[in-house]
């Protein structure tokens, strides 16, 4: 199989960009893949996979020609901020993994190891441990078949004291996380990390509601370009007029078209000087968002005005996120 060369050469691209995180899971299930500075990087690619490790963690990505992506574009909480990435879908027909219910040991090509799926029973993602743990492996074996988050069980309890291998795989990509996991009250550590919530799992929901999804798609992968005003810290930084002009390639070529007029509609209004009052109305949610993210990056990328502030008046008056 000859790989869409623009797809894959956007997700090479990006791998290859150690300001670039990436992640696989759910709400309530995620592991995430991030380069941290001082850590070397290797990366590598054959004719269908790319693949990246450092010490910490490891992603590896095979391409399938069903793959589409969906840049988005969010409001952040921070006044005139907003969020970025890329989910890299496929049909949910393709998608559907193990999805197994209740602990289960799996085949390991490492004979030292054993690999257990937690039976998260996500449907388009399995979430395992690998362990060479002798008491966490005899722990789990006599627990298969029963549920990761059973209280009298302590099973969760037993994945933080060991900190084994975490693994995130759909049919698309694959994340290992072998960094320590931090105590609960530590904050999330630089660096591939994974996270779970038992209360964020039952909302059963694979992405924001405000993504337009292709019907019959799902998530098998996302990543995230660095933001052209934050840092990896989530400090504001200098704007990255170089960052966001390549984002705003992707966006221009993937984003679904109602939302590309929109972003057209208000470029078009700044350079002739029309004022909101001018201009046909956002008419969907997604729509306004798109508008008003437009509005936050049109002021960082030229600066304030008599016009934006009319924009900003009407769809980004102070207070509202």
């Known amino acids: 199989m000859i790989p869409s060369q623009p797809l894959f050469d956007i997700l090479e691209q990006y791998l290859n960009d150690r300001s670039t995180s990436w992640s696989i899971g759910t709400f309530g299930a995620m592991a995430e893949f991030f380069h941290v500075s001082t850590e070397p990087l290797k990366t590598s690619k054959t004719n269908m996979v790319l693949a990246a490790q450092t010490s910490l963690g ?30 890299v879908c496929i049909p949910t027909t393709e998608a559907r993994m193990a999805n197994r219910s209740g602990i289960s040991e799996c085949k390991s090509v490492d004979k030292s190891s054993v690999i257990f799926d937690l039976g998260l029973c996500l449907g388009h993602v399995d979430v395992c441990i690998k362990t ?27 994945i933080k004291d060991a900190s084994p291998i975490r693994i995130f ?74 960052g966001f002009d390549r984002f705003q390639d992707i966006l221009s070529t993937f984003q679904p078209k109602p939302l590309a007029r929109i972003k057209q509609m208000f ?25 008003r993210v437009a509005i936050r990056q049109h002021y960082h990328s030229h600066g304030p005005s008599v016009l934006l502030s009319k924009w900003k008046a009407t769809y980004e008056p102070t207070g509202r996120q």
Request: glycine content about 8%; charged content about 20%; overall charge positive.
């Open 169 to 242: 795989k759909s049919k698309s990509a694959c994340i290992s996380v072998y960094s320590h996991i931090p105590a609960t009250d530590g904050g999330t550590p630089l660096g591939p990390n994974t996270h779970l919530s038992t209360k964020l799992l039952k909302h059963n929901q694979n992405q924001a509601a405000t993504i337009p999804m292709p019907a019959d798609y799902v998530p098998a992968f996302a990543f995230y370009p660095a933001n052209p005003i934050r840092d990896e810290t989530g400090s504001i930084r200098p704007f990255d007029t170089k």
């Open 132 to 158: 060479d743990r002798k008491e966490l492996i005899a722990l789990f074996r006599a627990y298969i078949g029963k549920s990761l988050f059973d209280p009298e069980l302590n099973l969760i309890g037993a």
């Open 58 to 87: 490891a992603i590896q990505i095979t391409y399938t020609k069903s793959m589409q992506l969906v840049p988005f574009e969010g409001l952040s909480k921070l006044e005139g901020v907003w969020t970025q990435g890329v989910l």
């Open 267 to 291: 470029r078009q209004a700044m350079n002739k000087g029309v004022g909101p009052d001018e201009c046909t109305l956002p008419s969907t949610k997604a729509e306004r968002t798109t508008l």
